[in-house]
């Protein structure tokens, strides 16, 4: 049997100015690197390292860069800020960084394990969350020149998940604690972007929309956008797009597309939290508003409309607060368990490993759909799905055809893919979108359709009899008149388009479904 020193290559290892820290054990790893348990040999006390991926040996600039940015993270000095020590480097270019090490499990951890928190522990771990991120966004003084010129610096997180929240056991019960504060951005400008925006570095599961589009006035409504996120999954267990993050695992494409372009369902109604307050419910959709400006303006606002939330249904007594050392506001105490906020039973785990896997995975094509599509949207070409899905869900749009392109054959193929990343009510502007590009393209120069692999069938006198009987009964004795105008202006046009373009004048949506399905049956 190999020992930790032979199957592991870092443990035993001595690293540090005077080699100043002895590895010991590892103790987590993620997308950015690895943690130690390590011995301060010259204090004498355990302490956590972090070696992150990559080397600085190459780059004067991204040394600096690290070495200015755990200089950052250092100087946030809060109880729920987890303390950073020292830094370094490796003698093999590898940067690392020591910070206190901590004795209990991440809120990632325990949401893997048990799926979802009660609302006073969700409470409690949010406020305290907030008391920490809020030194943060006000800023830190930095001081340079032998400490004659100073700087304030407001920063950011840019990558707040569970697994960066730490939970430790006290005597005065749950301390919250956030970890890699400015780490995330050390390595911007490296070769570590990803494949989707060649320019965002982070979680995607968690990052907010701006980051998404490479927002240059990216501020703190990031971290309450993400911390929004986390406050969703804490009291419901689930995601708040419905991904089905209980049976599959969902690629980045799939969560940019949730961040920029699908609303968030509503907290109350899943089954367990239907006797949620609305006032809460309401902060937490206002965190996940797609626009910064719709957001809570910082996280005070945000802590303070949550707690008069809770006192809404709970107004006595009024909730006992205590100072705590190093913040300038109070905490709420959490309440006594025989008397929760409101009881919520635990959901049934399936696979809890899946449920929050941050993990991306290679896109795989995806399933048919089980939703019915248009013909409009059936027949629409290459670049006029590019140019109608950019209007509904944004730039994404580009990077997300070019990948499904990749997995797939032929246009229907791509279609019926591209369908599922849309919600029912983008469903609905696609095909508008689609039915109107339809009737302004002119008989030679269709957008919709490609004479070399359609053919368009005739058009006969018992179709436009049935057409014109259909219409008949949904808009009146104009359809005849109607009929004729469109034969007149599109002499070539097909069944299958002639359907759609009628369709498109029944304004009941639910019958012009039913139109436009029954009369494309009779095309042969």
Request: aromatic letters at 6%; hydrophobic letters at 40%.
């Amino acid at each position: 049997m190999k020992s930790p020193s032979q199957s592991d290559p870092w443990i035993g290892k001595l690293i540090g100015d005077r080699q100043r820290y002895r590895l010991d054990k590892r103790i987590g790893a993620g997308g950015m690197g690895e943690v130690f348990l390590a011995m301060d040999t010259v204090l004498g006390q355990e302490v956590a390292l972090k070696l992150l991926k990559g080397t600085l040996l190459t780059s004067d600039e991204l040394r600096k860069r690290f070495e200015r940015e755990v200089a950052v993270s250092a100087a946030l000095k809060n109880e729920h800020i987890v303390k950073v020590s020292d830094y370094g480097v490796s003698t093999e270019g590898y940067p690392f960084y020591v910070m206190e090490y901590l004795r209990g499990q991440s809120l990632g951890q325990l949401m893997r394990s048990v799926g979802q928190l009660p609302i006073e522990r969700t409470i409690n771990i949010v406020t305290q969350v907030c008391d920490g991120l809020r030194l943060a966004h006000q800023g830190v003084t930095l001081w340079r020149n032998n400490a004659t010129v100073s700087e304030h610096i407001k920063v950011v997180h840019r990558d707040l998940k569970p697994d960066n929240i730490y939970l430790v056991p006290t005597s005065l019960g749950e301390l919250v604690k956030i970890l890699d504060f400015g780490i995330a951005k050390i390595r911007e400008g490296t070769a570590e972007h990803t494949q989707l925006t060649q320019m965002f570095l982070g979680t995607y599961h968690y990052a907010s929309p701006e980051q998404l589009e490479v927002d240059t006035g990216i501020d703190g409504r990031a971290d309450i956008y993400s911390l929004g996120i986390i406050f969703y999954e804490m009291l419901s267990g689930t995601d708040p797009f419905g991904l089905g993050l209980s049976t599959r695992k969902i690629n980045e494409i799939t969560w940019a597309m949730a961040h920029t372009a699908t609303p968030p369902q509503s907290l109350r109604q899943h089954p367990h939290l239907s006797g949620l307050q609305p006032e809460l419910e309401a902060v937490v959709m206002r965190c996940l508003e797609k626009t910064p400006a719709r957001r809570f303006a910082s996280v005070d606002e945000l802590k303070q409309a949550m707690l008069a939330a809770v006192a809404v249904t709970h107004p006595q007594p009024s909730p006992t607060t205590t100072s705590t050392p190093g913040s300038s506001e109070p905490t709420i105490a959490r309440p006594s368990p025989q008397q929760p906020i409101i009881s919520a039973p635990p959901i049934t785990q399936t696979s809890s490993e899946e449920r929050f896997s941050n993990n991306s995975t290679i896109y795989q094509p995806l399933s048919p759909p089980e939703i019915e599509i248009s013909a409009a949207i059936l027949s629409l070409e290459k670049d006029s799905l590019l140019e109608i899905f950019a209007e509904i869900i944004g730039p994404i749009a580009q990077t997300l055809i070019q990948d499904i392109s990749a997995q797939v054959q032929g246009n229907k193929e791509l279609v019926e893919n591209l369908v599922l990343y849309l919600s029912p009510q983008q469903r609905t502007e696609l095909n508008k979108k689609a039915i109107l590009l339809l009737k302004k393209a002119t008989p030679t120069q269709s957008r919709f359709t490609n004479s070399s692999t359609l053919k368009k069938p005739a058009i006969n006198a018992k179709f436009l009899q049935h057409c014109q009987d259909d219409l008949a009964e949904l808009i009146g004795p104009i359809a005849s008149a109607l009929i004729q105008e469109i034969l007149q202006s599109h002499p070539q046009i097909s069944p299958v388009e002639l359907v759609n373009i009628l369709a498109s004048e029944i304004t009941d949506p639910k019958k012009a479904k039913e139109f436009s399905v029954r009369l494309l049956k009779l095309i042969n």
